[in-house]
């Protein structure tokens, strides 16, 4: 069973519209934490936002928002205002606080592709 | 400051054919990773390193060896690449168990295997 799933391969919104990408997340742990990275054509990975599975608010940074659901084990991304250099892969991924040969592991959902059109 | 770098970016190999992906990292960071990329499959951990002088397997390490020379190098080999090591690769770098620290990955590496 995946621990991350991105439900939706491909998203398309308008310029100046805001958009969610789904993120659902499979853990037994109590403490973990949630991430968000952004891949634009150019291939590098960009961090976006984190949240802590203890977090009471929803983490906030700029346009991006993590809608955070722990009942629901979801942490879906929220991009307000898009902007056209948004378009890109949106990768969701998760640390559980598990040790493994002394380090937190993290796992990667497949992916979200948007694309933001004029 | 480079932060994480990895030579090369582009490289195309026979079948057979070895060699080494090099990874540096800058910010004194304990934990370093190897990642593959294939299309629809997202990030998928090949090795990784705690901390100088850890290796550990991760989701698919088969086809790979990994060498975590000093603190701030983690190099990946493949012995005898073969065509489903096509892939684009990255390292990455965190802090030392800290689960609210982000990963910094490099630029990449696109490998093809003919």
């Known amino acids: 069973a995946q621990k991350i799933t991105q439900t939706q391969p491909g998203m398309f919104v308008q310029e100046k519209e805001a958009v969610t990408l789904d993120c659902t997340y499979d853990t037994s742990d109590q403490s973990y934490g949630l991430f968000w990275y952004k891949q634009p054509s150019s291939g590098e990975m960009i961090f976006l936002i984190y949240q802590g599975s203890y977090d009471e608010q929803n983490a906030t940074e700029g346009r991006y928002s993590l809608n955070f659901q722990k009942a629901r084990k979801s942490a879906n991304l929220v991009i307000s205002a898009s902007q056209l250099g948004d378009s890109a892969m949106y990768f969701c991924a998760m640390r559980e606080a598990r040790v493994r040969g002394g380090s937190y592991i993290p796992t990667f959902g497949r992916g979200t592709s948007l694309i933001v059109h004029p | 400051n480079a932060g994480v770098t990895q030579t090369p970016k582009f490289q195309v190999l026979k079948t057979g054919q070895s060699m080494t992906l090099q990874c540096a990292q800058d910010m004194n960071h304990n934990s370093m990773y190897w990642y593959r990329q294939d299309p629809g499959m997202g990030l998928r951990l090949i090795y990784y390193s705690a901390s100088e002088g850890t290796t550990d397997k991760g989701e698919v390490p088969n086809g790979y060896n990994v060498s975590r020379l000093n603190k701030r190098e983690f190099s990946l080999r493949l012995e005898s690449a073969a065509p489903s090591q096509t892939s684009v690769y990255f390292c990455?770098?965190?802090?030392?168990?800290?689960?609210?620290?982000?990963?910094?990955f490099g630029p990449g590496t696109r490998l093809t295997v003919t």
């Open positions: 990455a770098s965190s802090k030392h168990r800290d689960l609210s620290y982000e990963q910094y």
